[in-house]
């Protein structure tokens, strides 16, 4: 079996490299084109993507995945348009391929430049989030990357269906379907041979869960771009407007669970008013939030659980948060360092020198004062979409848009020289 979809990855990798060189040549009027062709089908095959999706809720549910796994896969009409409307976006972007800087003459009269490239292809392994089918195309092709696309089993029906229009419009738009293509084989094996593709994949993305990626990061031969469990921290200094943190607070932990730039930890210092905390109890109450707290945290409010040392490193990706009151910032700093995934962290103070402070000294991919972490998106930050958010340092760091997808080569013009 092994073998078989080994060779049947080979057969879609030289089909992907093939639709590369096609897609490259493509200009920035032709990309676009391909990009509304894609949304006009989407569009007409918007109940279809629906009620495929409507058969992986239920089989989510059938086999107890959890809340904020069933969040991610969910779509609805709304969600749809949403999907639609942001291909408006890639569109309206800058083409960042074909860019020239830093162009200049040599004393031997040889012009030097440096001319943004694709990366080639591009493949991306995820879980139960079906938008990313659409996000990692659209943005591939604008950035004139081919995608292969692997999807989790909780999303398949939503994954083709989605798949199947994106394709549909490569098509009616003239061009070559294989510059997006799908592994509907959601085995174990099929990700770890495509971790294997060396000569056809150039750049492989795991988004998901941090038994996913460290999967990819430890067994990949191929490049990879390692984008981040979100262990982002909320750090109430002092001075803090209480008003301002509860509001930050509550976006961060309760608007989506599932996502990865929600709240995670709560630091507090130690010296932030008792109205604080009498607000934060009304919103665990209200959400029902499990907290895991230190000592001095089950002095302040009540039936929390004490937390552990994994409860400090983890993503929960449910209505849970783990808790933490520190002597000062310092502290507060110290314990990110330890247990943040360098995803995003946020200070909430009214002192300038500790948001300086702060913003100088978390070494994390967004790094906010007085601001939600929620923020940490492809779209609010202005790229259309993401591929997701990088919280590695080479060669992307934060949300992995358009420039993120692209490499550079040098191009050299010379009259006749020689090297002496």
């Not at 999807?151 to 083709?160: Q, T």
């Not at 771009?225 to 008003?243: F, P, Q, R, W």
Request: glycine residues 8%; hydrophobic residues 40%; contains cysteine.
């Amino acid at each position: 079996m092994v073998q078989s979809l080994r060779a049947k990855l080979e057969e879609l990798g030289k089909n992907s490299k093939i639709a590369s060189r096609e897609l490259y040549r493509l200009g920035t009027t032709e990309k676009n084109r391909v990009l509304k062709s894609i949304q006009e089908s989407i569009e007409r095959n918007k109940k279809r993507i629906v009620d495929a999706n409507a058969i992986d809720m239920k089989n989510g549910r059938d086999v107890g995945l959890a809340e904020g796994l069933l969040d991610r896969l969910y779509l609805d009409d709304k969600r749809v348009d949403g999907m639609i409307a942001s291909i408006d976006d890639v569109i309206e972007l800058k083409d960042p391929i074909g860019v020239i800087d830093n162009m200049k003459t040599l004393e031997n009269g040889l012009m030097l430049g440096k001319k943004s490239v694709p990366i080639g292809v591009i493949a991306i392994i995820y879980e139960a989030r079906p938008n990313v089918t659409l996000d990692a195309a659209i943005l591939g092709l604008k950035s004139s990357n081919v995608i292969v696309l692997r999807g989790g089993k909780e999303a398949i029906n939503s994954n083709k269906a989605i798949a199947d229009s994106i394709r549909e419009g490569i098509k009616a738009a003239g061009y070559d379907e294989n510059m997006v293509t799908l592994i509907e084989n959601t085995s174990r094996e099929s990700s770890m041979e495509l971790m294997k593709l060396k000569g056809y994949i150039d750049l492989l993305i795991p988004r998901g869960s941090a038994s996913l990626i460290n999967a990819v990061v430890e067994n990949a031969n191929v490049p990879t771009l390692e984008t981040g469990v979100g262990n982002c921290h909320v750090y109430v200094d002092k001075s803090a407007n209480i008003e301002m943190a509860i509001n930050i607070i509550k976006n961060a932990k309760t608007t989506r669970i599932g996502v990865c730039n929600a709240m995670e930890s709560l630091l507090v210092h130690k010296d932030v008013p008792t109205e604080f905390f009498e607000r934060l109890k009304e919103i665990i109450e209200q959400y029902n939030i499990e907290v895991y707290g230190c000592e001095r945290s089950m002095k302040v409010l009540d039936d929390i659980k004490l937390a552990t040392e994994e409860d400090y490193k983890k993503e929960f990706l449910d209505y849970a948060t783990s808790m933490k009151i520190v002597d000062d910032i310092d502290e507060a700093i110290d314990h990110i360092y330890v247990y943040s995934s360098g995803h995003s962290d946020v200070i909430v103070t009214e002192d300038y020198n500790n948001s300086m402070k702060f913003l100088n000294e978390v070494d994390s991919a967004c790094v906010y004062v007085n601001a939600s972490s929620r923020f940490t998106d492809g779209g609010e930050f202005g790229k259309g979409a993401e591929m997701g958010i990088s919280t590695q340092k080479l060669h992307a760091r934060g949300p992995v848009g358009l420039e993120e997808l692209t490499s550079t080569k040098y191009i050299i013009l010379g009259s006749g020289q020689i090297r002496e």
